[in-house]
């Protein structure tokens, strides 16, 4: 019960919510005091708020990395692992996002959500979420995981939820494509560091170039590369280069200096949800920042609607 109050009353005080912690342990408030607490812990990527969302007030939902976080060097912490132990289910995204996930070991179910999506995928693109039409199958598979676990009374409140998570996504699946489809063919391409958009690009039909994956090694820019790069971004039809949501760095910089071609002022957030947006508004602002720097005109007041649906999921 006391999880429950914690979660319907996001913006109390901690003294109200210690107050009706202690009105709902003297068993004065009413609802759902025999349900037991259940432990859900979402790793990485945009699990975190899907699963939040999906789950609501039935279960308590803790996301390891936060949001703005960075998966791919994530260490389990001693709090992590007390948090995994009294776990009732623990999603991961898979195809080693986090490496450190795959070393959970746990008598709860512990899913690999992405692989569950895309059963055949053979690349090396972790980022799956960035489709939406790929989101729309996390959506599915968290939803029959979490159903599992529910109790009966909880899962009419379950479906209509995903039934609405669905439809979130399968509008932002439309609204993108419409985005990127308007600008001219020639603009249709994103260059950024490292490859991370490669869903979202096979998705929406535009060209990714990842720089430093195919110039680099360790991360540090090859000599006779910086040529190389540089005329393969000047030729690609790229206005901008996109960096990502840390610093652009002094690579990117050293690029950009001698393609001529301008770092984004903008950011995205290719690796989860940014910090105080949710899975959708962080998508929407990815697809606005690299649309509107290849010359585009997003429709952010579409995309705003599809985030506010969102988040008025209940
Ligand atoms: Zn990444």
Excluded at 103 to 129: F, R, T
Excluded at 261 to 273: D, H, K, M, T
Aim: aromatic residues 4%; positive net charge; glycine residues 8%.
């Amino acid at each position: 019960m006391r999880i429950i109050l914690a979660h319907a009353l996001p913006i109390l005080t901690t003294r109200v919510r210690i107050a009706l912690s202690g009105l709902a342990l003297l068993g004065l408030a009413q609802s759902a005091a025999s349900s037991s607490q259940l432990d859900v812990v979402a790793v990485d990527g945009t699990l975190c708020d899907l699963t939040s969302t999906l789950a609501a007030s039935a279960a308590q939902v803790t996301c390891l990395i936060p949001p703005g976080g960075n998966p791919h060097g994530y260490q389990l912490k001693p709090s992590d692992r007390q948090t995994l132990a009294k776990a009732s289910l623990i999603l991961h995204n898979g195809f080693d996002l986090t490496p450190a996930a795959n070393k959970i070991s746990s008598s709860a179910p512990v899913v690999a959500v992405g692989e569950k999506v895309l059963p055949n995928y053979q690349g090396n693109d972790p980022h799956v979420w960035h489709d939406p039409t790929t989101s729309e199958g996390l959506v599915r598979v968290i939803s029959s995981e979490l159903s599992k676990i529910l109790p009966d009374a909880e899962q009419a409140a379950l479906t209509q939820r995903t039934n609405q998570a669905v439809s979130v996504f399968s509008g932002l699946s439309q609204w993108g494509s419409a985005q990127f489809s308007a600008l001219p063919e020639s603009r249709r391409v994103i260059t950024t560091d490292h490859r991370t958009y490669s869903h979202m690009a096979d998705r929406f039909g535009f060209r990714e170039i990842a720089m430093l994956d195919a110039h680099t090694t360790g991360g540090v820019l090859r000599p006779s590369s910086l040529k190389a790069i540089s005329d393969e971004i000047k030729s690609s039809g790229s206005l901008v280069i996109f960096k990502p949501s840390w610093k652009a760095t002094k690579t990117l910089k050293r690029i950009s200096k001698r393609s001529g071609v301008p770092i984004s002022p903008n950011a995205l957030e290719g690796e989860g949800v940014a910090p105080g947006q949710t899975a959708v508004s962080t998508a929407v602002s990815n697809i606005c920042t690299m649309v509107n720097g290849q010359s585009g005109q997003c429709d952010q007041a579409g995309g705003d609607r599809l985030a506010n649906s969102w988040k008025a999921i209940r």
